[in-house]
């Protein structure tokens, strides 16, 4: 393995964050926060407790996943697309690295900021809600797997896309409605049953609510789903970044 | 001595079917400066990727040093150095942090004097702390040789390292090779500047549509095809070449102003003296005489032309 190769890229990519920290952690921390004081203090204390948790405290579990999905999407996708646009990733290409070392280095690159944000946006939220963690373990578990597949998803994204407008398309128009629909603001158990059933169909659903039971100890769906359906993401962005690197797919003709 | 670059049957067909290069093999020798010439879209810039290891190959094998270049390729990759021909670089990045991350690249550890050392070498130490796009565009050329250098390698890549700078950068340009090639680096370079290729290369490959046409030493190339030209002013215009004069190998210019006669240069006899003598019996006077050397351009056009 070429570890110098990937302290280098992940180095250079961290002082990318450095240099852009109010677009790439000041930002997201503060459109996050903003549901916190709107939802939690403001008009939170309006609406019920859900399951015994108020409302306030109740959104920040699916905002965490929210901000951490989107954050690790556009990262590792704008990270491993501005190289391509601008040509610098012809020196990554020709350097003595394997593609196993270079998608270790952006995607954890990647995943470390949005982990950053992330954990920025948890202190902060416990500043104006009630937060308890039940389950650490799962917690962190959690959080470091969406943020690792995420970052993946996104590193395959910024493969695929050939201009700034696909680069936007996918973290702005699947992933965030999906979030939004996917349990952020509210129980699933609160739909009606049709929408319930529909609703399962969400990946995302999966994420939160499993997420949310290592906060609140409550659930949407089974746990193990939960966890499975991380992995399930997980293998299958494995998958994809394999055959990418496998064919030269729109990185080596 | 074993060749540094051994490429051989290489090919390379895109996936929209264009066949960028067409069997093709070539060595370089240790510490040569080798000149890659040829039109727009020959292939050189194909070729120099896929030694690089930025375009896959169709078939065919290349080695650098007795490494395979995909088996082996950190090995092979390790060797090398590209200067691309397009500039590409990151514009917010730090000119220091940018030549330490190339050679961090190439799984080396910071080296700090290095780093110094080439930054001074190509006059952009004081840009150090200065992000990239606040440089010229020559000084964003010789970071990107500063990065191709920072790994030290034993063969440099030089694509089109001259397109489109003005004169003094240029020359700038041929010391930073001429320095290596004094070090001992082996350099390739693309170019379809001939007077490059005539600057710096001790031999010249000809490249066109995939194929290379020639390889020779450059001197011997020149000596090979050299032609000379003699071209007389005269004083009287003439309407034909004098009937006498057939026999010589000339041709009228300029509304028969100035007659040309074409010779090698390295034949024994030229035939100058002869002809001459011949003119002036014939009564043709000439009041200025120069004489030219065809340069490598016009071998070049003619092989090009051919293909």
Redesign the interface.
Known sequence: MNFEAMKSIYVSEMARTRRTVFQSVISPVISTVLYFVVFGAAIGSRISEINGVSYGAFIVPGLIMLSLMTQSLSNASFGIYFPRFTGTIFEVLSAPVSFLEITIAYVGAAATKSIIVGLIILITASFFVPLEIQHPVWMVTFFVLTAVTFALFGFIIGIWADNFEKLQFVPLLIVTPLAFLGGTFYSITMLPEFWQKVTLINPVVYLISGFRWSFYGQADVNLWYSLLATLIFLGGSLAIVHWIFRTGYRLKP | MAPILSVRDLEKT??DGFKALKSMSLDIEEGEVFALLGPNGAGKTTLISTI?????PTSGSITVAGHDAITE??????L?G?V?Q?M???????VG??V??????????PDGELIERLLKDLTLWEKRNNPIMALSGGMKRRLLVA?ALSHEPKILFLDEPTAGVDVELRHDMWRIVDELKQRGVTIILTTHYIEEAEEMADRVGVINKGELVLVDQKDELMRKLGRKLLKLHLTEPLSAVPESLSKHNLTLENEGASLTYVYDSQAERTGITTLLTELSAAGVGFHDLQTDQSSLEDIFVDLVKKG
């Not at chain 2, 690089?52 to 896959?56: D, E, I, S, T």
């Not at chain 2, 390729?73 to 390790?78: C, G, K, L, N």
């Not at chain 2, 330490?100 to 550890?109: I, N």
Request: positive net charge.
């Open positions: 895109y996936d690089c290891g930025l375009v896959r390729f950190r090995a092979a990759r390790r090398i590209l691309p397009e590409p670089t990151a514009p917010f990045e730090i942090d940018t330490a991350l190339s050679r961090g690249l190439f799984g080396l550890a990065k």
